[in-house]
């Protein structure tokens, strides 16, 4: 069955270190994977999307990998803020190639202590 | 533009009754998608539009549940018949749906269902 998997654990990192939350998925064959950021009680956030033929993409304190051979994304925070502590979703299309629905993942927890 | 815009905010119902929620996407945008969010869980997809066109609704979703895109604007999903497992946060979003690829998704702040 197509799974997408990210940390269910809350991830708790110091201030100012980077941090690294996890996206596996199987049985997918996603062209676009996709990473938001979601509040408490307010919809997700569009942080960054990256192509399957791209290894790497950054926007600011944000950096984003996808390994189409492992099936996984790591998406990464450097010098990590309190102010940066949200729920963090990854999404990927399932279909590609045909206009289909985005899928999400449970989301990781991320806390940053001052 | 100021983004997505979800109606009601806050919405609590008996149980049985039926519930009907708006959604404004962001003008323009073709792609209009309905999620439904329980707590500590992802957006659980519901059913997308592509204009007026409903092309995919989930499998989880019972007959109680139904949703419109009238004209390609606007989106209505109304909920009969409710019950407590139907509370939840329902989130809309759209997307520009250029090409066969998704972009990324514009969601509003959600309307959040209590049924009692």
């Known amino acids: 069955s197509q799974k997408i998997e990210q940390n269910s654990e809350a991830l708790n990192i110091q201030e100012g270190k980077t941090a690294t939350l996890t996206c596996n998925y199987t049985?997918?064959?996603?062209?676009?994977l996709q990473w938001y950021r979601q509040d408490p009680g307010r919809g997700p956030v569009f942080l960054l999307l990256?192509?399957?033929?791209?290894k790497e993409k950054r926007k600011e304190r944000l950096k984003v990998t996808f390994d189409t051979t492992l099936k996984q994304s790591l998406f990464h925070i450097t010098a990590s803020q309190p102010a940066d502590s949200a729920t963090y979703l990854c999404?990927?299309?399932?279909?590609?190639?045909?206009?289909?629905?985005?899928?999400f993942g449970s989301g990781t927890r991320l806390s940053i202590r001052p | 533009d100021t983004g997505v815009s979800q109606n009601p905010r806050h919405k609590i119902t008996k149980r049985g009754q039926n519930v009907t929620f708006r959604c404004d996407p962001i003008?323009?945008?073709?792609?209009l998608y309905w999620y439904r969010q329980t707590l500590g869980q992802g957006p659980e997809f519901l059913t997308y539009?592509?204009?007026?066109?409903?092309?995919?609704k989930s499998r989880l979703l019972s007959d109680r549940f139904s949703a419109e895109r009238p004209k390609g604007s606007f989106s209505t999903l109304e909920i009969q018949r409710t019950e407590q497992g139907d509370s939840a946060m329902y989130l809309c979003?759209?997307?520009?749906?250029?090409?066969?690829?998704?972009?990324?998704?514009?969601f509003g702040q959600g309307t959040r269902l209590t049924v009692v």
């Open positions: 003008s323009e945008h073709n792609r």
């Open positions: 999404a990927l299309d399932p279909s590609p190639g045909s206009a289909s629905k985005i899928i």
């Open positions: 979003a759209s997307s520009p749906g250029t090409g066969l690829l998704n972009t990324e998704a514009f």
């Open positions: 539009f592509q204009n007026e066109a409903q092309l995919e």
């Open positions: 990256i192509r399957e033929n791209e």
């Open positions: 049985n997918y064959s996603p062209a676009y």
